[in-house]
């Protein structure tokens, strides 16, 4: 944070002194809602979580060093008491960020959303802009009410460019979210069937996501996929100028896109002439060749948003492309590689949803022209009445993808396997279990050297529990037998 009083922070937040505290308790740290990450000068917000109570936590968080305590029960101890204290680090973050857009003109804040992508698309946009200045751009998905002002709260003097990530759950989230951190610059990837339970609907989606580029202002700029019609769409949704990129039409293009055999992707970015950047400065054209450490072709498309976002925020396109040579993703889960007793396990069991599902299945697919292929796959959540059908279209896509072997996991997931087996080309390739540990045991007795594993479901339905132990196993087992050799013979 910068620098800042437990008096000043009551006073934005309508709170007021308790226990004892005399206001010049200074924070200079980051905000934290986990006792045990807390430093000397960090605020601790006593969030009530749905397992824990942080004013448990709020003496250790002091003795630990924390400048001061957001509560919301006086418990004597000295801090600053507020009425909720959600809302309370939301105004803090919207007035922290005032603070610094004051006394930082260069600083700029890029914001992403979209159905797909937004986590990998951040962590690409935070390792392009770092390598042009001090950068937050937090690991994880920090996109809701109460991530993205812990994010906003980590603004230092030096920080030039803070990285946002955006989700909504219903119209009206993003721009809640915008309304605390009004972006310089607003990405959009794609609008797709994520959360379609809880929208109702693709359109309704489109609108939600839209907010983004309305909250800019007529100096910013929105970075639009020109090749999703509802993202390109929202160009009539903002009063900023709009760079959009694709890889078959768009202002930024991608070009000569291939895959090698381990499915890593490249191509080719295409900067014309005549554009600017946010500053108003040109943006240098040419071609520019993109070679990141990444799975899939679909990471090109966030791979290209990415690049454009850096561009419109004055990265320099020859700077920002060697900054993701060999670039792999910051947060974990998301097509993330893991090598083991020669066999290759590509954990994407983070979030899902079909989109996603279908893309790293193809990615499955293209390493399957040279290994062994075994997709494990879990429940997709919140599809709402669609859900039977959605599961089932995936089960009929792995068969006529010819993966070798299908293993899916839990009666959520159930319909991929009927979907599977009615498609008529399986004969027992797929096999259905109820619980996690029992695709362990599968797992463990199934995978040999040269195979391909990927584990793909929405977090909550438990396949990232998965890696962990199966790498573990196939390290064991590519470990020589130390009877086999080397020893003394009687």
């Known amino acids: 944070m910068l620098q800042t009083t437990a008096r000043e922070i009551a006073d934005l937040t309508g709170g007021s002194l308790v226990g004892g505290a005399t206001g010049a308790e200074t924070v200079t740290g980051a905000a934290r809602i986990d006792s045990r990450a807390v430093t000397p000068g960090d605020l601790f917000a006593a969030f009530v979580g749905e397992h824990a109570d942080g004013h448990d936590f709020v003496a250790r968080a002091l003795e630990d ?143 939600a996501k839209g907010e983004l580029v309305e909250a800019l202002a007529p100096e910013g700029r929105a970075v639009l996929n020109a090749e999703d019609r509802r993202v390109a769409a929202m160009a009539s949704r903002t009063s900023a100028p709009v760079l959009d990129w694709g890889f078959w039409s768009g202002t930024l293009r991608g070009e000569d896109l291939d895959l090698d055999e381990d499915a890593r992707l490249s191509f080719t970015l295409v900067v014309p002439e005549g554009l600017t950047a946010l500053s108003g400065a040109p943006i240098p054209a040419g071609r520019f060749p993109v070679r990141p450490d990444l799975l899939g072709e679909h990471q090109a498309a966030n791979v290209l948003a990415a690049l454009t976002g850096a561009l419109a925020a004055g990265v320099d396109p020859a700077a920002a492309t060697a900054a993701l040579d060999g670039a792999r993703l910051a947060s974990g889960q998301r097509m993330e590689v893991h090598r083991a007793g020669g066999a290759l396990v590509v954990d994407d069991a983070y979030n899902a949803n079909p989109d996603s599902m279908r893309h790293a299945l193809k990615t499955l697919a293209h390493l399957g022209r040279s290994h062994r292929t075994i997709a494990v796959l879990g429940e997709m959540l919140e599809l709402g009445d669609d859900a039977v059908r959605l599961h089932d279209e995936i089960g009929r896509l792995v068969v006529r993808l010819n993966i070798d072997h299908l293993i899916v996991v839990g009666d959520g997931a159930a319909p991929i396997h009927h979907g599977a087996s009615l498609e008529g080309s399986f004969g027992g390739e797929s096999e259905f279990v109820d619980t996690v540990e029992e695709a362990i045991a599968v797992l463990e007795r199934t995978v040999m050297p040269g195979d391909v594993v990927l584990l793909k479901s929405s977090r909550d339905a438990g396949l990232r529990r998965i890696a962990r132990p199966l790498v573990a196993h196939l390290e064991r087992a590519g470990e020589p037998d130390p009877r086999a050799d080397g020893g003394d013979h009687a």
């Open 65 to 207: 060093g924390a400048g001061t305590v957001l509560v919301s029960r006086d418990l004597g101890l000295p801090g600053v008491l507020v009425e909720d204290v959600r809302e309370a680090l939301s105004t803090l973050a919207r007035a922290q960020l005032e603070r610094a857009r004051a006394e930082n003109p260069d600083l700029v804040v890029l914001a992403v959303t979209g159905s797909a992508g937004k986590t990998g698309t951040k962590d690409l946009l935070g390792l392009v802009l770092s390598a042009a200045g001090e950068t937050i751009a937090p690991v994880g998905s920090l996109n809701n009410e109460l991530g993205l002002p812990l994010t906003v709260l980590g603004l230092q003097p030096t920080t030039r460019f803070l990285v946002l990530e955006m989700g909504a759950r219903g119209i009206g989230h993003i721009a809640h979210l915008t309304a605390i951190a009004r972006p310089d610059v607003s990405l959009v990837l794609n609008v797709g069937s994520a959360h379609l339970g809880e929208f109702g609907g693709v359109d309704a989606i489109a609108r």
